[in-house]
């Protein structure tokens, strides 16, 4: 696949193509022998004409020049020359070998921020009928922060996106802004202003110079250029020209003067000239201008250089980065380091390409994101992420119950044995009530509920980790960064919480009581068992009273006999041959943890719970991370 970029300019264009695959920046082409070429168009022998060939050639007619710069004021003239200029252009990228297949190319072009969306819907339907294939708009500030992302030859820091970004691109018919905090267009995104641009320099620049004529000859210029607009338009060109010069070497100029001139023939001959020194560019930079609403070039430049830090003010820039062809002129680079006097300053070495290249890279982003957005969006439904919990779930019961079992018996169990003990509870089922209720308050405690959520996120890493491979994955399909994608390890708060959500909480009553059930049983289950009992004794008489309990069970039957034991108030002579610690042997610990991860494994609707709550936090994560991801691209 391949991606093209065409910067349609009010003075200058520029197209450039990047494929999928590549790794070097984004080739430019030429058109009409030029990288970057004129924004002009004519009428020769029904067919247009662009670039410098629609002024330069003899017989060519309709010949127009900035006309997107007044596809605000004029939108139905200046589309006609859009689209006459759109379908020249499109005629010549036909021909380059670099771009077949022609039709299954894929086209940004670019469009200033403040334009509304019926007027960009209009511009897109144009270009596709003028001929360029499967055409999308973005703004062209837009474009200036993704070739700042991606240009290797800024000067930018690696990890400029982390902080606040403010992005300029100065044309020739507007001054556009992109606002970039974190990596994304953060709350004001894309603004600016769609009537200035270096252009109007070139329009005060020809007036100066048509002031400047001798009266009569003054004279029969303006009449010209009111009868004829093509020659008017050779004249606003000639006009660019001495100002790029101008602004492409100022130190050279301000010992001698740029001197241009261009011949009229159309009533005779008239001959124009172009004189820039230091003094007329700041003269015409402070004078009104109607197009600016009677504000001068220098005063309208800084209002939207105080507006744009107003904007931006809770989050001041750390990085402007310059681009656009006006953004060589030196007074205008001294404006913004003024207005933002903290901020690292970055300007485009070659900003008559950089936006061409910053559409390119948004064509190819934007591809890319839909198909990474369309399967993650496949992957979270197909349930990849819940089947990780469930695979890694035993080993969360196993972790649990070993937590739970050691805080349990050591601090539950062992005391009511020993309080039964030495008399102070008559008789075994006082006892497991005991356990019962010291074991629910334990579990509530928070420093337990910390150590069961520290156990969790434990846990929870593992889940992750099996889920960062498959996603890894995505992101190398898709040329992400595997680490704008990366599950963060799961983190406590100092209240003990998970700080990435409810991960754990599930239901804390429910897994308390389950628990609890558990231990209760298992510890029933070690006095009452038989051969459980006779290992609390010791000596002949536990013996004895081991093959004494076997005759009852087998006689009354085990559940019986087990009431009758649990209700039994026993001598204390029996009761002080019990092992002081016996429940918490390691043979008891080991039986009663076997059984409370049984239990816990056997509660399916406890198991399913955590399995679709932890799905469903770590889903919405990953969804939150891609869109995050996104936006960081974009």
């Known amino acids: 696949m391949t991606y093209i970029g065409f910067d349609l300019g009010d003075g200058e264009s520029c197209v450039a193509f990047l494929t999928l695959d590549t790794v070097i920046e984004p080739r430019i082409l030429s058109v009409s022998g030029s990288m970057s070429f004129l924004s002009a168009v004519a009428d020769y022998q029904g067919e247009p004409l662009v670039g410098s060939m629609a002024l330069s050639t003899q017989g060519a007619q309709n010949v127009s020049i900035r006309f997107k710069s007044r596809v605000r004021r004029d939108p139905d003239g200046a589309l006609e020359?859009?689209?006459?200029?759109?379908?020249?252009?499109?005629?010549?990228?036909?021909?380059?070998?670099?771009?077949?297949?022609?039709?299954?190319?894929?086209?940004?072009?670019?469009?200033?921020?403040?334009w509304n969306d019926s007027l960009r819907a209009r511009y897109r339907t144009l270009c596709e009928e003028a001929g360029l294939p499967n055409v999308t708009l973005t703004s062209e500030s837009r474009a200036a922060f993704l070739y700042a992302k991606n240009a290797r030859g800024l000067q930018a820091d690696t990890d400029f996106l982390a902080g606040s970004t403010l992005v300029i691109d100065i044309g020739s018919s507007t001054l556009d802004f992109a606002y970039v905090v974190d990596g994304r267009e953060h709350g004001v995104g894309t603004f600016g202003d769609t009537h200035l641009g270096g252009g109007v320099l070139d329009e005060c620049i020809l007036e100066e110079a048509i002031r400047s004529a001798p009266p009569a000859e003054r004279e029969k210029i303006e009449a010209v250029f009111r009868q004829s607009p093509t020659w008017r338009s050779h004249a606003l060109y000639a006009a660019r020209k001495v100002k790029e010069a101008y602004f492409l070497n100022e130190e050279k100029y301000e010992s001698e003067p740029c001197i241009g001139s261009v011949r009229i023939y159309y009533d005779g001959k008239q001959e124009l000239?172009?004189?820039?020194?230091?003094?007329?560019?700041?003269?015409?930079?402070?004078?009104?201008?109607?197009?600016?609403?009677?504000?001068?070039?220098?005063?309208?430049?800084?209002?939207?250089?105080?507006?744009?830090?107003?904007?931006?003010?809770?989050?001041?820039?750390?990085?402007?980065?310059?681009?656009?062809g006006a953004s060589r002129m030196a007074f205008f680079r001294a404006q913004c380091r003024e207005t933002f006097p903290e901020a690292k300053l970055i300007c485009c070495p070659e900003p008559e390409f950089s936006i061409a290249r910053g559409l390119a890279y948004a064509g190819r982003t934007d591809e890319l994101l839909k198909a990474f957005r369309e399967e993650i969006h496949l992957y979270l439904s197909g349930n990849a992420v819940e089947e990780a919990a469930r695979a890694q779930l035993p080993a969360l019961l196993h972790a649990l119950s070993e937590l739970f079992t050691s805080l349990i018996a050591q601090q539950c169990a062992a005391p009511a044995a020993d309080a039964w003990r030495d008399g102070s509870l008559r008789t075994l089922q006082q006892m497991r009530e005991q356990i019962a209720r010291d074991s629910r308050q334990l579990l509530l405690q928070p420093q337990t509920q910390q150590q069961m959520r520290a156990t969790a996120a434990q846990w929870l890493e593992n889940v992750q980790d099996m889920l960062q491979t498959q996603v890894d994955a995505i992101c190398i399909r898709y040329k992400i960064p595997c680490e704008m994608m990366r599950l963060p390890p799961p983190e406590l708060r100092p209240d003990g919480a998970l700080a990435s959500g409810k991960l754990l909480d599930i239901d804390a009553l429910r897994m308390i009581e389950t628990v609890v059930g558990a231990i209760v049983a298992a510890v029933g289950a070690a006095l009452c068992g038989g051969a459980g009992l006779a290992l609390l004794m010791e000596g002949p008489l536990g013996l004895l009273a081991g093959a004494a309990i076997g005759v009852v069970a087998a006689l009354l039957g085990k559940p019986a006999l087990e009431s009758l034991l649990m209700r039994a108030d026993l001598p204390m002579p029996m009761r002080k041959m019990m092992r002081k610690g016996a429940l918490v042997s390691p043979r008891s610990l080991a039986k009663m943890e076997k059984q409370l991860e049984t239990a816990l494994g056997a509660d399916s609707a406890l198991s399913a719970q955590i399995v679709s709550d932890v799905a469903k936090e770590l889903d919405a994560f990953i969804e939150r991370l891609a869109a995050k991801t996104e936006i960081r691209l974009t």
């Open 81 to 114: 020359d859009v689209r006459r200029f759109v379908r020249g252009v499109t005629q010549q990228l036909r021909a380059a070998q670099e771009l077949e297949p022609f039709d299954q190319c894929k086209t940004t072009v670019g469009c200033p921020a403040g």
């Open 273 to 324: 000239f172009f004189r820039l020194t230091p003094e007329v560019i700041w003269q015409i930079c402070r004078q009104p201008v109607a197009e600016l609403e009677n504000r001068s070039f220098l005063a309208s430049l800084q209002d939207a250089l105080n507006r744009a830090r107003q904007q931006t003010a809770q989050n001041p820039p750390q990085t402007v980065v310059l681009t656009g």
